[in-house]
């Protein structure tokens, strides 16, 4: 079993839509969660961490749910310049595991 | 953040050869890591480049494949060596800011090679 899965797309979503991907991970103690986004050729920047109460950066929020194993980002108001690759990533004993990554395009 | 930045952008290499591939980033950081992305795959952690001492190989990954130095705590390098089509692919250097646990990662623009 993979250590992070993903949905990988890709979704289509028309601008101004709201999109959420979900990531699921196997390892239980894990310690450390993220979304990052990558741009077609492209390296992988962060978007944010995720932290067990949820957080939210303006139209993104991020939640994590320890007893189910799954990560989420929700993108908001979606725009053209949302459209990547996003990647849920998992920090488990000091090695960070990257899920394959859910292809969003967001058409005008 | 951390800047990183790695050369070559991109090359074009020839069956059997080797290329060595340099990460140097703006300050020091004590964790440094080599990944490799294939087309349309997530990344695979080849490595954590260890300064002053042999890096550690993960799974499927070996020294004389992919040899790595570290001589301090800004620069490193990867060679791909004795290249086949198959090693086509982007490498990535990375960098762990923070605490180990707890940090984040940041990534240099990688080097896209393609092997004929």
């Known amino acids: 079993r993979k250590e992070v899965e993903q949905d990988p797309g890709p979704f289509n979503v028309p601008e101004g839509a709201t999109v959420a991907f979900n990531c699921t991970y196997s390892?239980?103690?894990?310690?450390?969660f993220f979304w990052y986004r990558q741009d077609c050729r492209k390296e992988p920047k962060l978007l944010m961490s995720?932290?067990?109460s949820g957080n939210e950066d303006g139209r993104f929020t991020a939640q994590l749910n320890r007893a189910s194993q799954y990560i989420s980002l929700l993108i908001r108001d979606s725009k053209l310049s949302d459209s990547a690759t996003y990647l849920c990533?998992?920090?488990?004993?000091?090695?960070?595991?990257f899920g394959s990554g859910t292809k969003l395009n967001v058409k005008p | 953040s951390a800047v990183i930045s790695q050369k070559p952008s991109r090359d074009i290499c020839q069956r059997g050869t080797s290329l060595t591939i340099q990460c140097q980033v703006d300050?020091?950081?004590?964790?440094m890591f080599w990944y490799r992305q294939q087309p349309g795959q997530s990344l695979t952690l080849i490595a954590t480049?260890?300064?002053?001492?042999?890096?550690?190989?993960e799974s499927g990954f070996v020294i004389d494949k992919f040899p790595i130095s570290r001589p301090n705590l800004t620069f490193s390098t990867l060679t791909v060596s004795n290249m086949s089509p198959e090693d086509s692919s982007i490498y990535l250097c990375?960098?762990?800011?923070?605490?180990?646990?707890?940090?984040?990662?940041?990534f240099g623009e990688g080097s896209r090679l393609t092997v004929l």
């Open positions: 480049a260890n300064q002053g001492s042999e890096a550690t190989y």
């Open positions: 990375s960098v762990l800011r923070g605490e180990y646990g707890t940090g984040e990662l940041f």
């Open positions: 300050s020091q950081v004590t964790m």
């Open positions: 390892n239980s103690a894990s310690q450390s």
């Open positions: 995720v932290y067990s």
């Open positions: 990533v998992v920090l488990n004993f000091n090695k960070f595991y």
